[in-house]
């Protein structure tokens, strides 16, 4: 029997590795999932176990609509020399290994408006170590520090998570058309690729924030919808 799409990542799924345990029943012999230590010596590479002062995180897409984390203050800012962008090939959560889908990374070049999130440092260990467990679950990305401009003025240096260029995962080059079929078939036991997507761009929208890439490829969904794409 198939089972039901879980639809929403929440604590419980990431801190209990419900998550971590139905992508390697998903991907089976190919699966490449990092460990539990793996995790934690990735995120102390970048915040130490005891922060002297609370944590920002860089949402662009998803943690903007579905943190699952404890978040004190949000803000909106940006951040420069990376841009949002469907270049993610996921075999797993919103996609299988048959029928991959695409999720968002952060890749080279121009400018990304998003939201920040602030975390308390008493609670940074175990947040973050959360957040790994989501973001960095096949290595797909690459967590970094990045200065963000806020719109209030002021600046913050946050946790990224860039596209991983070296990751089989990585779509270089592919044309929009075939980047909005996949998205508008794909799914996995998350749910549709096509959900992401719409929760992603309303989400930004309800932040004032208006993205053409987003609403180009749903408008191709829009207009071939029942149809192939060509």
């Known amino acids: 029997m198939t089972k039901k799409p879980i639809q929403k990542i929440t604590r419980e799924l990431l801190a209990n590795g419900t998550i971590q345990q139905m992508a390697r029943d998903r991907d089976g012999a190919n699966a490449n999932i990092m460990s539990d230590d793996e995790l934690i010596a990735s995120r102390r590479s970048l915040i130490p176990d005891n922060p002297d002062e609370d944590v920002w995180v860089f949402a662009y897409g ?86 963000v401009r806020c719109d209030d003025g002021s600046r913050v240096t946050a946790v990224s998570f860039v596209i991983n260029r070296k990751s089989e995962s990585y779509v270089a080059e592919l044309p929009i058309e075939q980047k909005a079929e996949i998205i508008a078939t794909a799914h996995g036991f998350i749910g549709p690729c096509l959900e992401y997507l719409e929760r992603t761009h309303e989400s930004l929208a309800a932040l004032s924030i208006h993205d053409r890439y987003l609403d180009r490829i749903l408008k191709m969904i829009s207009k071939n919808a029942g149809k192939p794409l060509q």
Not at 64 to 90: M, V
Not at 107 to 124: E, T
Not at 127 to 135: A, G, I, S
């Open 62 to 147: 998803s943690l903007i609509w579905n943190p699952a984390l404890e978040i004190r203050e949000s803000k909106l800012g940006r951040i420069y020399g990376y841009h949002r962008r469907f270049c993610l090939r996921t075999r797993i959560g919103r996609g299988t290994p048959e029928k991959p889908g695409l999720i968002l990374g952060l890749d080279r070049g121009g400018c990304c408006p998003g939201q920040v999130l602030r975390i308390d440092r008493k609670d940074a260990m175990a947040e973050l170590d959360l957040l790994w467990r989501r973001e960095m679950l096949t290595k797909s990305y690459v967590p970094k520090l990045l200065k």
